[in-house]
């Protein structure tokens, strides 16, 4: 089963890394990783790392399994290049979106698995 989450991971801290390695316990984990535009665009800001940095950060974390640069879509509650995805699993956050992001799911037939706050607190130990 593949699984994937969506994000910048742009300044990426150990509340990231614990959420890319609870969203691979439910599957091969792909990461959809915004590009810089997309960034400026949802931030008005530049990213603080260029793409080339955090795509080297992220496909060196033993929890991805692979890293796609993707145009964040301007409607937050639907996964960028949805219609060619192979994933069978979108692992997201609390937010206020997750409503419509389930939906968005459902009406593809995609599990939508949320992780609440509790979920991402600590640091558990990781099996060699």
């Known amino acids: 089963m593949e699984t994937v989450v969506t994000g910048a991971f742009d300044n990426a801290r150990s509340r990231d890394l614990r959420l890319l390695q609870e969203a691979s316990r439910h ?3 792909t990461v959809l990783l915004w590009d810089d535009e997309s960034i400026r665009v949802a931030t008005g800001q530049a990213p603080k790392f260029p793409l080339a940095e955090r795509l ?3 496909r060196a974390v033993r929890f991805v399994s692979r890293v796609i640069p993707v145009q964040a879509p301007l409607q937050r509650e639907v996964l960028p290049v949805a219609d060619t995805l192979t994933a069978s699993v979108w692992v997201d956050t609390e937010s206020p979106l ?3 992001r389930r939906s968005f799911c459902k009406a593809r037939a995609l599990e939508y698995r949320v992780l609440k706050e509790a979920d991402l607190d600590g640091f558990p ?3 060699a």
Do not use: S, T, V
Request: hydrophobic fraction near 40%; charged fraction near 25%; avoid cysteine.
């Open 27 to 29: 599957g091969e984990l």
């Open 56 to 58: 080297y950060f992220l």
């Open 98 to 100: 997750n409503d419509q």
């Open 125 to 127: 130990e990781i099996a």
